[in-house]
Structures are given as structure tokens and as C-alpha cells.
């Protein structure tokens, strides 16, 4: 086995490991990701200074317009408002409901508030009308306060990180994937086939590779076993020649197994191309 195809397939396998890698990875992300969104502020909304959050509800009951809703829990500088803008029916079960916003001044401090949302009688509080605001002073201390742990550590979101990483996983298969052609190219035009099945038979370990493009294949031909480092590993003979595979069987001191190499372009007494062992692929 020449050195060209050792180092295709030390390519091919590094890619995977790293397609593989970029995965895992992804799907921690996620996990974090997930776990932020389910286990994460449990519905507080979190604010900064000069800035505005778009919020919705049921209208109150006993409201019939945004003029019978009553507002508790603001702060008495006005520094943190909830502004209700405009009633429209639900869209699932047809209800009133109100649409509003969030409104944060440029000069709130840090502070959690509880507003309320209410009609006018003051009737038993829907929990769907409880908001819990928090205020944060800068960007840097909410992140350090997110529940996601990635956000914490790098102050991005990690949805992103769930993104990155896919796409890079999805970029190192798609190289792995080319690879793994490339490598039977190579086989092939090198008159070696990779091993991808083995049975123990009454003659031995039998192995079925494909058929290489080679014009002389021939039942008895013997045949050289190679990991893909390289490594010569035994000896096989050739036991029957089918119109896409051959099967062969290995000789006892064979070492033998999936994703072999057999080649055929040596005889058995006759080193492999390059002389002696080959390298480790660099």
C-alpha cells in the first residue's frame, strides 16, 4: 500500500474525529441552551437601562379597554413603566387581550420590581398578569447573572454556539465524506480494496472486499493484509472472484479486521511498494 493512500486516509480519519467532535459539542450547547430556556430565569424579564420590551396578556377581568386597567408595582420615579397600547381579540381562543411594552428609562438603577396588571375593582389577580422585572446596570452584568453557563463564561448567546458548531461538524462530514471516496479512488487505482466483512469458516477467517481495478485477478492469487497505517498485518488468498467483491481467506497468523487493507498488487513474498513497513501518515 503506497504512501499516498496512508495519507488520504489519516486525512479521512481526522476529519471525522473532528466532524464527530463538532457535534458533541453542538449538542451541549444545546443542552445549555435548553436548559437556560426551561430552567433559566423562570419568567423574569430581564432589562437594561434605556431599553424596551414588547409584552402581551389577558385582559383583565372586568376591563373592557386599556382605561379599566390599573398598574401596580412601578417604581415612583417612572424609571420602569408597562404601557398597554392596544386591546385585540386572542387569536386561538378568540379573548380579549392587551398589547403593550416594557418601558426602561436610561437613568434606572438596579432594582427587581413586581408589576401587577388589574381592573379597576381590583378583582382576584390573574397569574398571567404578574411580571417580574429585573434591571441589570450594563450588558456584562446581566451576562454574568444568565442562566446559560456559555453566556456567563463568553457573553454569547448559545444559540449561537449550537449553530457554530453545527455547521462546523456539518463541514468536517461533508470533507470526511469526500475523503472516504477519494480513499477508494486510491484503493483502487493501487489494487487494494478495503476490507468490510469477516466470518470464520471452516477454511479460516474469511474477508470480502471489493473488487479492484485490477485486469488479473485470479482465484489462489495471494494477496498482503495492511492496517491503513500501513503496518503489514498477514497474508490471504484469493477464494472466489465475483462480478463486484472477492473473497478471500487469511492465513492463521493472520491479525486481520473491518476496515483492513488487502492488496493485490503484491505477491506474497514480495514487499509493499516503498520498501518494508510503511510510515505513519504525518
Not at 449538542?27 to 445549555?32: G, R, S, Y
Not at 430565569?41 to 431599553?51: C, D, K, R
Not at 456539518?170 to 470533507?175: K, Q, R, T
Request: with cysteine.
Amino acid at each position: 500500500m503506497n504512501a499516498r493512500c496512508r495519507r488520504v486516509r489519516g486525512w479521512q480519519t481526522r476529519t471525522g474525529w473532528l466532524a464527530a467532535l463538532c457535534f458533541c459539542l453542538a449538542c451541549l450547547a444545546l443542552f445549555d441552551l435548553l436548559k437556560g430556556g426551561f430552567l433559566g430565569n423562570q419568567g423574569i424579564i430581564t432589562l437594561l437601562p434605556g431599553s424596551s420590551y414588547a409584552i402581551s396578556g389577558p385582559l383583565p377581568q372586568g376591563a373592557t379597554g386599556i382605561a379599566d386597567m390599573r398598574i401596580e408595582g412601578e417604581p415612583e420615579d417612572a424609571s420602569v413603566r408597562l404601557v398597554p397600547r392596544k386591546v385585540f381579540s386572542g387569536f386561538w381562543f378568540g379573548g380579549a387581550m392587551w398589547r403593550g411594552s416594557v418601558e426602561v428609562a436610561p437613568t434606572a438603577r438596579e432594582a427587581r420590581y413586581t408589576v401587577t396588571v388589574k381592573d379597576r375593582i381590583g378583582a382576584k389577580q390573574n397569574p398571567a398578569l404578574v411580571f417580574t422585572i429585573q434591571i441589570w446596570p450594563d450588558q456584562k452584568t446581566r451576562d454574568a447573572h444568565a442562566p446559560s453557563w456559555l453566556t456567563r463564561q463568553t457573553g454569547y448567546k448559545p444559540s449561537f454556539f449550537v449553530a457554530a458548531f453545527a455547521l462546523c461538524g456539518l463541514m468536517a462530514g461533508g470533507v470526511t465524506f469526500v475523503l472516504g471516496r477519494y480513499w477508494a479512488l486510491v484503493l483502487s487505482e493501487a489494487a487494494c480494496a478495503e476490507i468490510y466483512r469477516l466470518e470464520h469458516s471452516e477454511q479460516g477467517l474469511r474477508l470480502m472486499c471489493e473488487r479492484p481495478a485490477w485486469p488479473d485477478v485470479r482465484v489462489g492469487q495471494e494477496c498482503r493484509l495492511y492496517r491503513y497505517t500501513g503496518e503489514a498485518v498477514g497474508r490471504a488468498t484469493v477464494l472466489a472472484v465475483q462480478a463486484k467483491d472477492l473473497v478471500l481467506v487469511a492465513e492463521h497468523d493472520a491479525r486481520a479486521g473491518l476496515g483492513d487493507v488487502v492488496c493485490l498488487g503484491e505477491r506474497a513474498g514480495e514487499p509493499g511498494q516503498g520498501g518494508g513497513q510503511a510510515p505513519h501518515p504525518g
